[in-house]
T-cell receptor, first 112, second 117 residues
Framework: DGGITQSPKYLFRKEGQNVTLSCEQN?????MYWYRQDPGQGLRLIYY???????QKGDIAEGYSVSREKKESFPLTVTSAQKNPTAFYLC???????????FGDGTRLSIL | GENVEQHPSTLSVQEGDSAVIKCTYS??????FPWYKQELGKGPQLIID?????GEKKDQRIAVTLNKTAKHFSLHITETQPEDSAVYFC????????????????FGQGTILTVHP
């Protein structure tokens, strides 16, 4: 079955540590996105990529970094510069940026 | 930038009743309005969407209406069932032809819908 796979489902980070969240899709979608979800709030865009080897900052990119070396993969690194990283992170993809976005099941990141 | 307000934040109904969730948006240029359903521990699932060239769209028990003049759109669920219980999000974006404009989604804050058997 085609879909978006995020791993791990739960992740713990120590202070001063960088962590990388995985997002893989086999839908042959060109566009991929990373969102952050905090309790009682809507989703906020961190980064997006319209095509391989290209990505753009979203609304809350500070403290995060991404890469898009392959069409099917869009990993997100939460760096030590992100002072409040505890959140639910969601990856999405779409055929292109004018088509509906479909989401993975998220990674919950917590600070030890 | 775009701002989306969603109401109510919580909604409780009896099985079989209808549920209505409303959203308002600020950018009159927005032309695409999806609705997502999110179950606990899962990612949001697209349930219906509407583009600004239509005023209403239906899919079985779910419908969405759009009033461009007032800049608001609503989700209507009829004959609610316990499995409809979830968090629902509206969103708005401006999408350009030919993929030249990035369709950034701005989300509402979400509505927790509880359907009691």
């Amino acid at each position: 079955d085609g879909g978006i796979t995020q791993s791990p489902k739960y992740l713990f980070r120590k202070e001063g540590q960088n962590v990388t969240l995985s997002c893989e899709q086999n839908l042959n979608h060109d566009a991929m996105y990373w969102y952050r979800q905090d309790p009682g709030q809507g989703l906020r865009l961190i980064y997006y990529s319209q095509i391989v080897n290209d990505f753009q900052k979203g609304d809350i990119a500070e403290g995060y970094s991404v890469s898009r070396e392959k069409k099917e993969s869009f990993p997100l690194t939460v760096t030590s510069a992100q002072k409040n990283p505890t959140a639910f992170y969601l990856c999405a993809s779409s055929t292109d940026t004018v088509q509906p976005q479909h989401f993975g099941d998220g990674t919950r990141l917590s600070i030890l | 930038g775009e701002n989306v307000e969603q109401h109510p934040s919580t909604l409780s109904v009896q099985e079989g009743d209808s549920a209505v969730i409303k959203c308002t948006y600020s950018d009159s240029a927005s032309n695409y309005f999806p609705w997502y359903k999110q179950e606990l521990g899962k990612g949001p699932q697209l349930i219906i969407d509407i583009r600004s060239n239509v005023g209403e769209k239906k899919d079985q028990r779910i419908a969405v209406t759009l009033n461009k003049t007032a800049k608001h759109f609503s989700l209507h669920i009829t004959e609610t069932q316990p499995e409809d219980s979830a968090v629902y999000f509206c969103a708005a974006s401006l999408q350009g032809a030919g993929g030249t404009s990035y369709g950034k989604l701005t989300f509402g804050q979400g509505t927790i819908l509880t359907v009691h058997p």
